[in-house]
T-cell receptor, first 115, second 114 residues
Framework: DGGITQSPKYLFRKEGQNVTLSCEQNLNHDAMYWYRQDPGQGLRLIYYSQIVNDFQKGDIAEGYSVSREKKESFPLTVTSAQKNPTAFYLC??????????????FGPGTRLLVL | GENVEQHPSTLSVQEGDSAVIKCTYSDSASNYFPWYKQELGKRPQLIIDIRSNVGEKKDQRIAVTLNKTAKHFSLHITETQPEDSAVYFCAAPTGGGGYNKLIFGAGTRLAVHP
């Protein structure tokens, strides 16, 4: 999982502002994922992408948007429509499935705080 | 869809004791069950996983058992050490074949006291 990077480590958002979180991987993985983690809770899936130029909503997609223009990059935008964005955001990636689910490897995360 | 429940939410043990964390899942088609360890402020890291064609898998002090009939799987840590203190998450896939979404349990906070 050392091949997945996220930036910035900390991000501050003002009211009404859109912010973009970066996720890059050099593992040649096809699939990439975005999760949100709130304090003391598990991980909830925001969006995922199985292939370039394609992505699907997860369980909590409202107020978020993504793009997948390159295999190695999967940026997440937190829009002003997301009213409670304070959380720890984790990006993950995995190889194509070969007879079953493949392991997801996580990036170091971005902590988003609202000013 | 899949629902994953994890117990207990907190677990406190003495160094050298064993720790067991249990997860139940609802989707009988699920075939892959990973366990992640997350230290404070860090990323979740895979510590062990099991596929549905086996009932148990071991890696040194860590083992995972799977009961497909009862739809539960458990993480066993033996000879616990203070560095085992962390939050542990189980997960199970949902959605059929291909790239399944992983549904995570709520986590177990393990504290190992010297």
């Amino acid at each position: 999982d050392g091949g997945i990077t996220q930036s910035p480590k900390y991000l501050f958002r003002k009211e009404g502002q859109n912010v973009t979180l970066s996720c890059e991987q050099n593992l040649n993985h096809d699939a990439m994922y975005w999760y949100r983690q709130d304090p003391g809770q598990g991980l909830r899936l925001i969006y995922y992408s199985q292939i370039v130029n394609d992505f699907q909503k997860g369980d909590i997609a409202e107020g978020y948007s993504v793009s997948r223009e390159k295999k190695e990059s999967f940026p997440l935008t937190v829009t002003s429509a997301q009213k409670n964005p304070t959380a720890f955001y984790l990006c993950a990636s995995s190889r194509p499935p070969t007879g079953g689910q493949e392991t997801q490897y996580f990036g170091p995360g971005t902590r988003l705080l609202v000013l | 869809g899949e629902n994953v429940e994890q117990h207990p939410s907190t677990l406190s043990v003495q160094e050298g004791d064993s720790a067991v964390i249990k997860c139940t899942y609802s989707d009988s088609a699920s075939n892959y069950f990973p366990w992640y360890k997350q230290e404070l402020g860090k990323r979740p890291q895979l510590i062990i996983d099991i596929r549905s064609n086996v009932g148990e898998k071991k890696d040194q002090r860590i083992a995972v058992t799977l009961n497909k009939t009862a739809k539960h799987f458990s993480l066993h840590i033996t000879e616990t050490q203070p560095e085992d203190s962390a939050v542990y998450f189980c997960a199970a896939p949902t959605g059929g074949g291909g790239y399944n979404k992983l549904i995570f349990g709520a986590g177990t906070r393990l504290a190992v006291h010297p």
